[in-house]
């Protein structure tokens, strides 16, 4: 267990439907980041928030949103789902300058 | 502006060494570095800040070359376990800490 958990770890969905990914931080992370992995691809960066803040946007579709809580976990929205949105979807926290990432196990995406 | 990871791919037998490099355009504070498994997720091996300071692994290694912009990571007697992607990730002076992260090397070791 990384500290950092993500839920749920599989999901089956169809096209123009909207789902909700889940991400708890490690404990005293401040900083959570949501990555999309397509197959055998990089990890393109979709957002970043800091302590329930926007801090950065990477190349985040309009159709996705997300947002932190004052209790620090985070939720990406994927809304009018298309089959290129099927992939694995990471959230990471860190503690801050000096520290390494955290990764969740990952949401597997399928959309069908 | 996206780190230059090299080689792509490398194939090696149990016991051989391997270096990857990852080679930036942009001013560094520091480099990290993290192994993925097929399926998994990315798992932190090490970061090696400006100024000389590593955390990480003992039995990983790594060198910074702050003036080049350039990171390598040495895997010595490589084991079957050190198969996987290794993705380096390099964050600039004033970038929020986001990390910018290159495309990756694929390591298969085989028996």
């Known amino acids: 267990d990384s500290g950092v958990t993500q839920t749920p770890k599989h999901l089956i969905t169809a096209t123009g439907q909207r789902v909700t990914l889940r991400c708890s931080p490690r404990s005293g992370d401040l900083s959570v980041y949501w990555y999309q992995q397509s197959l055998d691809q990089g990890l393109q960066f979709l957002i970043q928030?800091?302590?329930?803040?926007?801090?950065a946007k990477g190349n985040i579709l309009e159709r996705f949103s997300a947002q932190q809580f004052p209790d620090l976990h985070s939720e990406l929205n994927l809304s009018s789902l298309e089959l290129g949105d099927s992939a694995l979807y990471f959230c990471a926290s860190t503690g801050g300058m000096g520290d390494g990432y955290t990764f969740g196990s990952g949401t597997r995406l399928t959309v069908v | 502006q996206q780190p230059v990871q090299s080689p792509q791919a490398v194939i090696l037998r149990e016991g051989e060494d391997a270096v990857i490099n990852c080679s930036s355009s942009k001013a560094l504070y520091s480099v990290h570095w993290y192994r993925q498994k097929h399926g998994e997720a990315p798992v932190f091996l090490m970061i090696l800040l400006k100024g000389g300071e590593q955390k990480g692994h003992e039995k990983i290694s790594a060198s910074f070359n702050e003036k080049k912009q350039q990171s390598s990571l040495y895997l010595t007697a490589s084991q079957l376990s050190y198969s996987g992607t290794y993705f380096c990730?390099?964050?600039?002076?004033?970038?929020?800490?986001?990390?910018?992260w290159g495309a990756g090397t694929k390591l298969i070791i085989k028996p």
């Open positions: 990730g390099t964050e600039s002076p004033g970038s929020n800490y986001q990390l910018i």
């Open positions: 928030y800091y302590n329930g803040e926007e801090r």
